[in-house]
């Protein structure tokens, strides 16, 4: 069984900065896609960056030359550095991870709990 545990959200003032981080825990035989999406309320949930297979980043508009997506593919981990936080950054974001179970021969999509983030004028 797998499973993501997502930390690093909370309250930050604007311009301040958050790292937020997704561990993927069981059995794994192989991580492809990983990525962040975040929700605000009323709104329709958005990819903010995501990294392919092969190490390809992609980001939303909103938050390029602000926001890092990195893995650490020994840790099983994928993080996302939020800098030159704006208030309209606030949102419940998500960690979306394709991986391929141990014994498995095809990927499966993973969803983070999500974690709150809240950045104030």
């Known amino acids: 069984q797998v499973q993501l545990v997502e930390s690093g959200g909370g309250l930050v003032q604007a311009g301040g900065s958050l790292r937020l981080s997704c561990a993927a825990s069981?059995?794994?035989?192989?991580?492809?896609?990983v990525g962040w999406y975040r929700q605000a309320p009323g709104k329709q949930r958005e990819l903010v960056a995501g990294?392919?297979?092969?190490?390809?980043?992609n980001y939303a508009d909103s938050v390029k030359g602000r926001f890092t997506i990195s893995r650490d593919n020994a840790k099983n981990t994928v993080y996302l550095q939020m800098n030159s936080l704006k208030p309209e950054d606030t949102a419940d974001y998500y960690c979306?991870?394709?991986?391929?179970?141990?014994?498995?021969?095809?990927?499966?999509?993973?969803w983070g709990q999500g974690t709150q983030v809240t950045v104030s004028s």
């Open positions: 979306h991870i394709v991986l391929i179970p141990r014994g498995a021969i095809r990927g499966y999509d993973y």
């Open positions: 069981g059995s794994i035989s192989s991580i492809d896609f």
């Open positions: 990294i392919g297979g092969g190490g390809s980043t």
